[in-house]
């Protein structure tokens, strides 16, 4: 059996979508950036312990977990705690270009896999009313960096190079592969 160890709707559409059987089994893991960890190291290292906390309760089943990151200038933007920090986050990112990384885990047996995969997104340049008017919409809660590419969020962004679905939270092409590696053993 495949686990999603995430309760992430984002990341269960995409599972879905794709044709995976699997079911979901959210980690117990509180997530903490370690400061002295690169951005994609904290990714990798976020996603492992999800998947490592479900993999301990079903060690039978392959286990997926993900964290997603947002980073500009080595500043770690997670999910922001209120209206005002969903602001200051977007503010900072108006007409900026910044990375989207999301770490990967992969357990199974005695196998680990964890990777990453990065993306670029650059923002429009936002004015404080879009901003709010964005925020009211409540998308930003729950969210790396203040914001879903997938949703309303589309309307601030101008560019991305790389993965849409690293962006969104899960680079499936990648998982997807794995997993069919991981089932051909």
Do not use: C, W
Request: aromatic residues 8%; charged residues 30%.
């Amino acid at each position: 059996m495949i686990i999603l160890a995430s309760n992430s709707v984002r990341r269960i559409e995409l599972l879905k979508d794709a044709g995976v059987d699997f079911k979901v089994i959210p980690s117990n893991v509180v997530e903490v950036i370690d400061e002295k960890l690169k951005p994609e190291d904290n990714a990798m290292n976020l996603a492992f312990l999800k998947a490592n906390d479900v993999f301990n309760r079903n060690p039978g089943d392959l286990v997926i977990a993900a964290d997603t990151i947002v980073t500009l200038n080595n500043r770690i933007f997670g999910k922001p705690k209120d209206e005002e920090e969903a602001f200051e986050m977007l503010k900072t990112l108006s007409n900026k270009r910044h990375e989207v990384i999301t770490g990967v885990a992969i357990l199974y047996r005695d196998r680990k896999d964890v990777f990453y995969s990065k993306s670029t997104v650059k923002f429009k340049d936002l004015t404080d009313e879009q901003i709010n008017d964005y925020i009211a919409t409540k998308e930003p809660f729950g969210k790396a960096g203040a914001y879903a590419i997938q949703g309303i969020g589309k309307s601030i962004v101008d560019t991305f190079e790389g993965d849409f679905f690293t962006i969104v939270g899960l680079p499936l092409k990648d998982v997807l592969k794995r997993i069919k590696e991981i089932e051909a053993i």
